[in-house]
């Protein structure tokens, strides 16, 4: 029992730190950061973009890993490894209610990307409504100046534009 206690406060702990160390290399970071959410088309958008943007300078796509795990590991270790890129490009996939919020914020985009609201997660969401307020939250976290791109098809994700 006090093992068992004791690993849970060392991974709490290993954690933090590893969410310290991802958000300085965000803040010291010169790159483009490109958040992409969407119920579908997310990995297609960001491996096309990468793609594209590979013609303009170093890219480095989070593809498919797309939590807040994968997102302190791409800014604190994958990226170091990798050196000084031009453009981040990540995928932020929602498992439930607040979950894109922290990965927004600790991306910070400059350019965040909204493919769709469907109800692929309809136990964690219910709604489309609450599928679009999560996906929101990824726009809401744009810097000063950034933009979002936005699927005009989808009222829902059109709806994202008041505010921005």
């Known amino acids: 029992m006090r093992n068992a206690r ?6 709490g702990l290993r954690q933090y730190v590893r969410g310290y160390k991802a958000r300085r290399a965000r803040s010291k970071s010169k790159a483009i950061f490109i958040g992409v959410t969407g119920s579908s088309g997310k990995s297609t958008v960001t491996a096309l973009l ?6 303009h300078g170093s890219v480095y ?4 890993a797309n939590t807040i795990r994968s997102l302190v590991a791409t800014l604190y270790k994958r990226m170091k490894k990798n ?3 031009d453009y981040v490009i990540f995928e932020a996939g929602a498992s439930g209610v607040g979950s894109i919020k922290p990965m927004a914020e600790m991306l910070l985009p400059h350019v965040a990307i909204v493919t769709m609201v469907r109800l692929e997660h309809f136990g964690a969401f219910k709604t489309l409504e609450n599928v679009a307020r999560e996906k929101r939250a990824l726009v809401d976290a744009l810097q000063p ?3 979002a791109v936005l699927n005009a098809d989808d009222p829902l994700v059109l709806g ?4 921005t």
């Not at 004791?6 to 991974?11: G, M, N, P, T």
């Not at 796509?61 to 498919?64: A, E, G, H, T």
């Not at 994202?160 to 505010?163: V, Y």
């Open 6 to 11: 004791l690993r849970k406060v060392h991974e």
């Open 50 to 55: 990468g793609h594209i943007l590979d013609g």
């Open 61 to 64: 796509p989070q593809i498919l």
């Open 83 to 85: 050196g000084e890129v």
């Open 145 to 147: 100046g950034g933009f």
């Open 160 to 163: 994202m534009a008041a505010g």
